[in-house]
T-cell receptor, first 115, second 111 residues
Framework: KAGVTQTPRYLIKTRGQQVTLSCSPI?????VSWYQQTPGQGLQFLFE???????NKGNFPGRFSGRQFSNSRSEMNVSTLELGDSALYLCASSSNGGQFTDTQYFGPGTRLTVL | QKEVEQDPGPLSVPEGAIVSLNCTYSNSAFQYFMWYRQYSRKGPELLMY????GNKEDGRFTAQVDKSSKYISLFIRDSQPSDSATYLC???????????FGTGTSLTVIP
């Protein structure tokens, strides 16, 4: 079974621009979660989608948004980029996401650098 | 105060040493505890999970949870250079699917 894939792997943008990141979950998985990873804050939860609906949301500003398509693929968008948005953005998929024992499988991440 | 605290290290040990990695947490509602390993340029991968106090063993790895002290540990016996990675603790309540992560501890095992 193919793992979680994320595109692009690396991205360089300038302040004020917007960016869209893509995540393809493991086949059959319906839950996709997004995280931001920085050295100082670690992994911080952005949001989780299940069957095209956002089920959970972390404490990030409205500039961070996402969506999920009918094939479970998910996109994350960040508008009006700030220097502090430079981070590794990780996507994780799980089969149901509704059970706390449901294992999350992470992709390799997209490294975003904002200049 | 962050809900999950983890010493970032870095931690450097000789091959064969016993490694102890620790996290503390503040939310007594956390019921499910996990350890992830993250190699450079990779996403985290699940090592172990447990949802009760006490010890859980898997090969060279032992996860320990003390809910009364809100303290979890991961022990690595006979550490190998291939164990060199960042180790992240994570936890969640039993009602949600949101995981709270520590910042990770960087471990280097020297041959």
């Amino acid at each position: 079974k193919a793992g979680v894939t994320q595109t692009p792997r690396y991205l360089i943008k300038t302040r004020g621009q917007q960016v869209t990141l893509s995540c393809s979950p493991i086949s059959g998985h319906r839950s996709v979660s997004w995280y931001q990873q920085t050295p100082g804050q670690g992994l911080q939860f952005l949001f989780e989608y299940f069957s095209e609906t956002q089920r959970n949301k972390g404490n990030f500003p409205g500039r961070f948004s996402g969506r999920q398509f009918s094939n479970s693929r998910s996109e994350m968008n960040v508008s009006t980029l700030e220097l502090g948005d430079s981070a590794l953005y990780l996507c994780a998929s799980s089969s149901n996401g509704g059970q706390f024992t449901d294992t999350q499988y992470f992709g390799p991440g997209t490294r975003l650098t904002v200049l | 105060q962050k809900e999950v605290e983890q010493d970032p290290g870095p931690l450097s040990v000789p091959e064969g040493a016993i490694v102890s990695l620790n996290c503390t947490y503040s939310n007594s509602a956390f019921q499910y505890f996990m350890w992830y390993r993250q190699y450079s340029r990779k996403g985290p991968e699940l090592l172990m999970y447990t949802y009760s106090s006490g010890n859980k063993e898997d090969g060279r790895f032992t996860a320990q949870v003390d809910k009364s002290s809100k303290y979890i540990s991961l022990f690595i016996r006979d550490s190998q250079p291939s164990d060199s990675a960042t180790y992240l603790c994570a936890m969640s309540t039993n009602t949600g699917n949101q995981f709270y992560f520590g910042t990770g501890t960087s471990l280097t095992v020297i041959p």
